[in-house]
């Protein structure tokens, strides 16, 4: 009796790995897809910072102008009632330049003009500046205080306008506001504010920085009636 032996083979599997030309091109698809992702999200980041920044520029202008247009309109006031009357402060209302103008009115209502009841805002190295006391009829005599900052806003323009008054003192230079000569009435006194600024951007050029400009007309009433 013949036994028939059974020899079993094993056999192997073939394993093949990647080519170096397949490596490349995944280098490269990976790095392409990176830089989209990096693109993006600088993109994002430049955009959000220039929305932040223009967000900035816009509240610095409004929040000047909002004091500007809130001040103004306390010149000449005098609460003394005892026979005193504001032309004191009243005639200290003054448009010594196109973006320089002088006011003062009584704080403390004592019927008096005091040294720190004397107000201003001018326009200095692309900054509102306020003049918060000191007397002088000028534009640079007193305190004054920067109330804009130079990296929210670049201030340009600072404008007041006084042509809209009734007694049309748009081209007063230094000397100030006079009151109506009839026997009856009150002087009423229209105020032309413009007011512009502009941002720095990553991207653009001192000369194309966005900007953005802010106009508008306020009423001062404080003067003497005639009556």
Known sequence: MFSIKKTSYALGKKHKGLTLIEMMIALVLGLFVTAVIITV???NVRSNTENLK??????????VMNLMSDELKRSGYSGYLTGATNSAFMSQFKRVSANCVLYA???????????????GFRLTSNQVVWKTSGTGTDCVSGD?????????????????????SSNKLGSTVDTGIVALT???GISLYDVTITLTGSTDLPHSSDANDPRRTIVETIRVRNDDPKD
């Open 182 to 184: 009839t026997n009856t």
């Open 144 to 164: 004054w205080e920067a109330l804009t900052s130079s990296e929210i806003a670049e201030i340009t323009t600072l404008d007041f306008d006084f042509s809209g």
């Open 54 to 63: 223009m967000i900035r520029l816009n509240q610095e202008l409004r929040g």
């Open 105 to 119: 009115f009584d704080t403390n209502s004592d019927g008096d003009l005091d040294t720190n009841e004397y107000r």
């Open 41 to 43: 999200f600088s993109t």
